[in-house]
């Protein structure tokens, strides 16, 4: 059940952080929103396939 609740807050945790990082370095509304959706889609993006390539290693090694 605990693993359930990590991935219901994965989504608004990595937006704050990466909207934060994001407005640090940048002034422009549009380009903080742009680059954080980006950001997220690609790290999103890399879990993803560490975890299915982490599932078929564990399966079939």
Known sequence: MNSILDLLLYVP?????LSVLEACKQ???KKI????ALNF????AVLLIGCVV???VNKYF
């Open 13 to 17: 945790i990595t937006l704050v952080i």
């Open 27 to 29: 002034d422009d509304p």
């Open 33 to 36: 929103v742009r680059r954080t």
């Open 41 to 44: 889609g690609a790290l999103t």
């Open 54 to 56: 982490i599932f078929f």
